[in-house]
């Protein structure tokens, strides 16, 4: 079953290696061979896997590993459908003000360091601001099914739901097991760190079972492991250029090795109302899309911090630049509405190829 299943889902490309190695010192390297794989499902995106092993049968040994893995999380931290069995975050949500819920360690796991995330990020990163959240995700939904009838929310609405994100209102109780949301009115959204967190969790996964010398890529986010086993080289990822009309994909291409890169950007996900884009990245202050920024991109290495840390979009640049200088190897990347582009201090050791014109 395991092996239909993984010829369903994947399509595998192997590219042999032609190249000896012995000089970099990778004892595995010269036994080894590239392959591909990539699934669409899970976490409402597609996720790419990019890696070496000794044949076709191991990596797709190891690609099927990294998508039960993700896949459970993917269910575990849903906050729109129902799984038999699980109580995940969307139980959790629909229990607020009754009763706590019992859960899986991986979910307290994530609301304990998205908390965390809370403190560091000045309450940016807020898995409370489900309420406000999904009135967007509402008037987004409908604005895309029904452009000619494209409304903004109302901010009274939004002020309203607003009053019902207390993160200290989430209570966790890891004696028992349970989480508990005191406000009957709040509701968990782990989108903006949900994904980065499965990320990085499952990648750990993986290496520890034998996948070294790889990257996934969940989405955009991107998690890299050990050097290319045929070359001794850090993996090539890029920067998006959030100009989707420029003849360049990428801003930067960078080298990275064991380091994730998370990029928050605003030209994706968006509705239209009267001739005007609305983008899915909401101000906790404003409660309104934010504004100043095309893109963030973060290059640190716990994809789960990434993520977390790219909500120094909503924030003026100098107080995301104090932020992230603060943080040990991390890096940040901001591109203005007006194409202007700001760095972090020591971000240019990590760019492998620029294409952004000086």
Same mark, same amino acid.
């Given at each position: 079953?395991?092996?239909? *299943?993984?010829?369903?889902?994947?399509?595998?490309?192997?590219?042999?290696?032609?190249?000896?190695?012995?000089?970099?010192?990778?004892?595995?390297?010269?036994?080894?061979?590239?392959?591909?794989?990539?699934?669409?499902?899970?976490?409402?995106?597609?996720?790419?896997?990019?890696?070496?092993?000794?044949?076709?049968?191991?990596?797709? $040994?190891?690609?099927?590993?990294?998508?039960?893995?993700?896949?459970?999380?993917?269910?575990?931290?849903?906050?729109?459908?129902?799984?038999?069995?699980?109580?995940?975050?969307?139980?959790? $949500?629909?229990?607020?003000?009754? %009763?706590?819920?019992?859960?899986?360690?991986?979910?307290?796991?994530?609301?304990?360091?998205?908390?965390?995330?809370?403190?560091?990020? $000045?309450?940016?990163?807020?898995?409370?601001?489900?309420?406000?959240?999904?009135?967007?995700?509402?008037?987004?939904?409908?604005?895309?099914?029904?452009?000619?009838?494209?409304?903004?929310?109302?901010?009274?609405?939004?002020?309203?739901?607003?009053?019902?994100?207390?993160?200290?209102?989430?209570?966790?109780?890891?004696?028992?097991?349970?989480?508990?949301?005191?406000?009957?009115?709040?509701?968990?959204?782990?989108?903006?760190?949900? %994904?980065?967190?499965?990320?990085?969790?499952?990648?750990?996964?993986?290496? %520890?079972?034998?996948?070294?010398?790889?990257?996934?890529?969940?989405?955009?986010?991107?998690?890299?492991?050990?050097?290319?086993?045929?070359?001794?080289?850090?993996?090539?990822?890029?920067?998006?250029?959030?100009?989707?009309?420029?003849?360049? %994909?990428?801003?930067?291409? *960078? $080298?990275?090795?064991?380091?994730?890169?998370?990029?928050?950007?605003?030209?994706?996900?968006?509705?239209?109302?009267?001739?005007?884009?609305?983008?899915?990245?909401?101000?906790?202050?404003?409660?309104?899309?934010?504004?100043?920024?095309?893109?963030?991109?973060?290059?640190?290495?716990?994809?789960?911090?990434?993520?977390?840390?790219?909500?120094?979009?909503?924030?003026?640049?100098?107080?995301?630049?104090?932020?992230?200088?603060?943080?040990?190897?991390?890096?940040?990347?901001?591109?203005?509405?007006?194409?202007?582009?700001?760095?972090?201090?020591?971000?240019?050791?990590?760019?492998?190829?620029?294409?952004?014109?000086?």
């Amino acid at each position: 079953m395991r092996k239909k *299943l993984i010829a369903c889902l994947l399509t595998i490309v192997f590219v042999f290696n032609l190249t000896g190695c012995s000089k970099f010192n990778l004892p595995y390297s010269t036994k080894l061979k590239r392959f591909d794989a990539s699934f669409l499902e899970l976490f409402d995106t597609v996720t790419t896997i990019t890696g070496y092993a000794k044949d076709k049968e191991e990596f797709t $040994n190891y690609a099927q590993m990294i998508y039960d893995n993700l896949k459970e999380y993917h269910e575990l931290y849903d906050i729109y459908n129902d799984y038999d069995g699980i109580n995940n975050v969307k139980t959790i $949500n629909d229990n607020a003000g009754k %009763k706590p819920v019992k859960v899986d360690q991986r979910i307290i796991d994530l609301l304990k360091f998205s908390k965390e995330a809370y403190k560091l990020t $000045n309450g940016q990163m807020n898995v409370a601001f489900g309420a406000v959240l999904s009135v967007w995700h509402d008037y987004r939904t409908r604005g895309v099914d029904d452009p000619g009838n494209a409304k903004l929310p109302p901010m009274d609405l939004l002020k309203e739901k607003a009053k019902h994100t207390d993160i200290d209102k989430v209570i966790i109780n890891e004696k028992d097991s349970t989480v508990y949301l005191k406000d009957p009115e709040m509701s968990l959204d782990v989108g903006a760190v949900g %994904k980065g967190f499965a990320t990085e969790k499952v990648a750990d996964i993986a290496y %520890k079972n034998g996948f070294k010398s790889g990257s996934i890529s969940v989405g955009g986010n991107v998690r890299t492991l050990d050097p290319k086993a045929d070359t001794g080289e850090a993996w090539s990822i890029g920067i998006q250029n959030p100009d989707l009309e420029s003849k360049d %994909k990428y801003l930067y291409i *960078l $080298n990275l090795k064991n380091m994730s890169l998370v990029t928050s950007g605003v030209y994706e996900r968006y509705y239209t109302v009267d001739g005007k884009q609305y983008h899915h990245i909401i101000d906790p202050d404003t409660l309104m899309p934010a504004k100043g920024y095309l893109s963030v991109s973060i290059v640190t290495k716990d994809s789960g911090m990434a993520d977390a840390l790219a909500k120094v979009i909503n924030m003026p640049f100098e107080e995301g630049l104090k932020l992230i200088e603060s943080i040990p190897d991390t890096e940040a990347v901001w591109v203005f509405e007006n194409g202007d582009i700001k760095y972090s201090s020591n971000f240019e050791s990590y760019i492998k190829k620029s294409y952004v014109v000086k």
